[in-house]
């Protein structure tokens, strides 16, 4: 059994929350890449989660 303190509970921090459709046009991210990010998080996933899982495409002159 796990004890857990109250004072450590209300130190958590919200994580903020982003739409992955908002994200990708923001980003200018392909529809591939957000049919991914959907398919991996759902509609919703904290910016620091889409943002280490965005892959874009290089682009070359």
Not at 18 to 28: I, K, L
Not at 30 to 49: K, N, V
Request: glycine share 2%; charged share 35%.
């Amino acid at each position: 059994m796990q004890i857990i303190d109250n004072r450590e509970i209300e130190a958590t921090e919200i994580k903020p929350i982003q739409s992955v459709v908002e994200f990708c046009h923001r980003y200018r991210l392909d529809e591939a890449e957000e049919a991914r990010l959907r398919t991996l998080f759902g509609d919703f996933a904290s910016r620091h989660e889409l943002l280490m899982n965005a892959q874009r495409k290089p682009t070359f002159r």
